[in-house]
């Protein structure tokens, strides 16, 4: 019998990230959520755990299941660990990620196919053993979609896509979720994405809104490879 969905989005962001401006703390993040209904959510901020047992216990009280989470970089890509644990922060390449990961943690690749130095590209399917979903980001329009390859290597590898927001900007918290046959428990959605109990739920964006944040992601990046020339901290 088909439970009820759950709506989730595992794969956001907070003033608590070390390596991202971000103007929202992980608190009000947890209150948007709770006022668009969400039922769980995972705060993936970079190389770091965002939870404890105050926010756990925040998330709680307004009816979200908190679950850890952290998008770590392997040689410089971004990769999305959620229900996660401190050990693999130490992941430093795809042979460290698969000796520290946990059976019951989840590993997405990320935004794979999107422009930018982050992203996963080729390494993706050269390790494709690691991945237990792939990511169906917020980011598209009609006629520009970087998702519809990730979709094609989803459906190749056999592996559910993950809608997230992948959510820097308050407002953008609910503009794209996943929506969860599992029951309300980390382990349950966890188990339920990773056999394909997952549906996704997104719609793409107008081309005004698209070219606007096309232009802050490519001016981002800009900025942060001249940082690195000049500071000797690429992003």
């Not at 979903?133 to 390859?149: D, G, K, M, T």
Request: aromatic fraction near 8%; include cysteine.
């Amino acid at each position: 019998m088909r439970k009820n969905l759950l709506k989730v989005d595992l794969h956001t962001h907070s003033a608590e990230d070390p390596e991202e401006p971000i103007e929202h703390t992980c608190f009000e993040l947890i209150d948007k959520a709770c006022h668009l209904g969400y039922d769980a959510i995972s705060i993936t901020n970079h190389n770091m755990i965002t939870y404890g047992k105050y926010v756990r216990h925040y998330a709680r009280e307004r009816g979200i299941l908190l679950i850890p989470g952290a998008e770590i970089d392997i040689r410089g890509k971004h990769i999305l660990v959620v229900n996660a644990e401190e050990k693999v922060l130490g992941a430093r390449s795809f042979d460290d990620l698969r000796r520290l990961r946990s059976p019951s943690s989840m590993v997405v690749a990320p935004h794979p196919y999107f422009p930018g130095g982050a992203s996963l590209l080729w390494l993706m399917q050269r390790n494709i053993d690691v991945f237990d979903a792939i990511e169906f980001s917020w980011f598209y329009h009609r006629l520009i979609n970087f998702n519809v390859f990730a979709m094609r290597t989803a459906a190749r590898y056999e592996l559910p896509l993950l809608c997230t927001s992948d959510c820097h900007h308050l407002e953008k918290l609910g503009c794209a979720y996943s929506l969860v046959d599992a029951e309300k428990e980390a382990g349950a959605i966890i188990e339920a994405i990773k056999t394909g109990r997952v549906e996704i739920a997104a719609n793409p964006l107008k081309l005004l809104e698209f070219s606007k944040h096309g232009l802050e992601h490519v001016v981002g990046n800009a900025l942060g490879a001249v940082g690195g020339l000049l500071f000797g901290e690429p992003r």
